[in-house]
Antibody, heavy 120, light 107 residues
Framework: QVQLVESGGGLVKPGQSLRLSCAAS????????ISWIRQAPEKGLEWISYISSSGSNIYYADSVKGRFTISRDNAKNSLYLQMNTLRVEDTAVYFCAREGAAAGRYFDKWGQGTLVTVSS | SYEVTQPPSLSVSPGQTATITCSGH??????VCWYQQKPGQSPVLVIYQDTKRPSGIPARFSGSNSGNTATLTISGTQSMDEADYYC??????????FGTGTTVTVL
């Protein structure tokens, strides 16, 4: 079955870096757009970045542009998020999510999430 | 940037119909989807392309979208439907836009 498994979260201090990973299985990873979406404690969902199936198209939300970098390795069925210059407000559960195949730009599969805590 | 808004909360009695709205400028011109999220869990897609249900989603979930408002309707609401619900659309300038979320309480 389709699975997305995030890892790499943890506790870091403001200004530090962290790299998240998302391991995919159960589908042809290289056929799909994948996004990172986060959810701050007791808050709503915030999309932060997507990468096209080949990796040639990348887009970021303004809140992370210039600090976060999304990438993928289709040979390893893996997605990454390099997070630099972390801020307290980046504290959240980070989900990777697969974009559905039909029109409409929706997410049909989500990982379980990994918690990132930024605190001094 | 494009925004969509939802009512913060909604209460419904078991067996009754819950109607959750999602509002945005000319939202009817965009595809809207809906996610259900229970505490401590990842979101689950319940409606996509305004009206379509993914495999495994009960028929009591339905959607519509017209004008400035998209609607998720839960007919015959059950206690297991108690959750947060988020609408989401795509905008060419903002990319993926999530609604503010609605907490549905079944009591």
């Amino acid at each position: 079955q389709v699975q997305l498994v995030e890892s790499g979260g943890g506790l870091v201090k403001p200004g530090q870096s962290l790299r998240l990973s998302c391991a995919a299985s159960g589908f042809t990873f290289s056929d799909y757009y994948i996004s990172w979406i986060r959810q701050a404690p007791e808050k709503g969902l915030e999309w932060i970045s997507y990468i096209s199936s080949s990796g040639s198209n990348i887009y970021y939300a303004d809140s992370v542009k210039g600090r976060f970098t999304i990438s993928r390795d289709n040979a390893k069925n893996s997605l990454y998020l390099q997070m630099n210059t972390l801020r307290v407000e980046d504290t959240a559960v980070y989900f990777c999510a697969r974009e559905g195949a039909a029109a409409g730009r929706y997410f049909d599969k989500w990982g379980q999430g990994t918690l990132v805590t930024v605190s001094s | 940037s494009y925004e969509v808004t939802q009512p913060p909360s909604l209460s419904v009695s078991p067996g009754q119909t819950a109607t959750i709205t999602c509002s945005g400028h000319n939202l009817g011109d965009k595809y809207v989807c809906w996610y259900q999220q229970k505490p401590g869990q990842s979101p689950v897609l319940v409606i996509y392309q305004d009206t379509k249900r993914p495999s495994g989603i009960p028929a009591r979930f339905s959607g519509s979208n017209s004008g400035n408002t998209a609607t998720l309707t839960i007919s015959g609401t059950q206690s297991m439907d108690e959750a947060d619900y988020y609408c989401q659309a795509w905008d060419s300038s903002t990319a993926y836009v999530f609604g503010t979320g609605t907490t549905v309480t079944v009591l």
